[in-house]
């Protein structure tokens, strides 16, 4: 049977599948971020993943030594000066962001335009019951990094999202939930 026997509807679905699945950024690099509550600690989860007109810029600023080779060492020195970019504050207070994990893709996979650099910040917590205002602000990299950020929904159920609000590009974001 044919497309136009089955309809408009199957026409998209089927548009849809086939570029949705060679999809790939290419001139923006896309810093993603997701934030995850709980009482003790608040996580923050960036994926960065640079399409492959941006690639290059980006591995020069992880490769130093311009060797082809993104070293631990490297890769270290970049999640802390994409740390640098980001702050973060409770209810007014500014709080370090800690380094927990970070993972690297191969050369080969950002320079297709699939491979992401994650990246996790941690920030130590004792939040008792209250009322919370979170601010998060990513000055990204450059001007062709765009922004996501959302929080996840909290594991605790004393953990009440009240509101979220961002900026136009999503570089900034606040986020305001209770504690009961």
Aim: glycine share 6%.
């Amino acid at each position: 049977m044919s497309l136009e026997k089955k309809g408009p509807l199957a026409a998209i679905v089927l548009m849809t599948s086939f570029s949705s699945a060679s999809a790939h950024r290419l001139d923006e690099y896309l810093q993603a971020t997701t934030i995850d509550l709980a009482q003790d600690l608040i996580t923050l989860h960036l994926r960065l993943t640079p399409g492959v007109e941006v690639t290059e810029r980006v591995l020069k600023q992880i490769d130093q030594n311009g060797n082809g080779i993104l070293t631990p060492q490297e890769q270290y020195a970049y999640a802390l000066q994409v740390a640098k970019g980001l702050s973060f504050s409770l209810n007014g207070k500014t709080l370090p962001l800690r380094l927990a994990v970070s993972t690297f893709p191969a050369i080969t996979e950002l320079k297709a335009g699939t491979g992401v650099i994650c990246l996790q910040f941690n920030v130590r917590t004792f939040l008792k019951r209250g009322s919370y205002h979170l601010a998060y602000l990513n000055r990204g990299s450059g001007p062709d990094t765009v922004w996501l950020v959302n929080c996840l929904v909290p594991h605790n159920p004393s953990l009440h999202i009240l509101g979220q609000k961002r900026s136009v590009d999503q570089a900034s974001y606040a986020l305001d939930f209770l504690i009961d």
